[in-house]
């Protein structure tokens, strides 16, 4: 295989065990360069477990994680870490620092100077649609959720890394909120060009955003798809998330929450 044509991200027969308990069972997967791929399940389906093998949180009981095709066990945690941008549901920023100190964490790590990382901070910032000079002395307590998650999302991406892990990261906010950040990330991803493992339970937002769809159940990787060959697909578990996201949807005849029933004539 060629370096061209080598996955980011490259599972091989991976399981994982704790306490002689199977979570996930001889996963194959790979991750291409550019592409958004959606882990999909319910709780506790093995998802997360799987995203925090790609940064050696954990290491695979058997089998193999290439990341960039070379195996997580071989790199060094740190130097792994650092070149993979992390988002979480409730963002991981240090209440301590200010929103330019936390995105400018890494950058300072690897011994940016000081200018250098001023201007990245308010490149990443405007990028995220947060005005720097109004946000970058605050502290997160004085945000919202959403503009917090803008400032992870922001955080993650300070050193330009390649890759992009996100574990819910949408899952704490507002419908309203969530449906904007998740627009935004789709914006993001097509301008940046970079490669998302995301984590979700959440059908509907896999729908939109993955360009493949990888949908667990107990700890197996059941099926790997498009979206479009998601919503076709035979398999029960997928066909259980559709459904579910179809009885989400107000019907014609029922009118959504909080809004009032249309009387005849009107």
Known sequence: MSAAARPI???ETVSFAVG???ILHEIELDVREGETVVLLGRSGSGKTTTLRLVNRLLDPTSGTVLVE???TRDWDPIR???????????TGLFPHFTVAENVALVPRLEGWTEARQKARVRELLELVNLDPEEHASRLPE???GGQRQRVGIARALAADPRLLLMDEPFGALD?????????????LARRLGKTILLVTHDVREALLLATRIALFREGRLVVLATPAEIRSASDPEARAFLASQSAEEPSAEEPAAGQPATQEGE
């Open 9 to 11: 991200v490259l599972f």
């Open 20 to 22: 002689g308990r199977r």
């Open 69 to 71: 095709g070379r195996s």
């Open 80 to 90: 792994l870490r650092r070149g993979i941008g992390y988002v979480i549901q409730e």
């Open 142 to 144: 004085d945000l919202s």
């Open 175 to 187: 419908p309203l909120t969530r449906s904007e950040l998740q627009r935004e990330l789709k914006s």
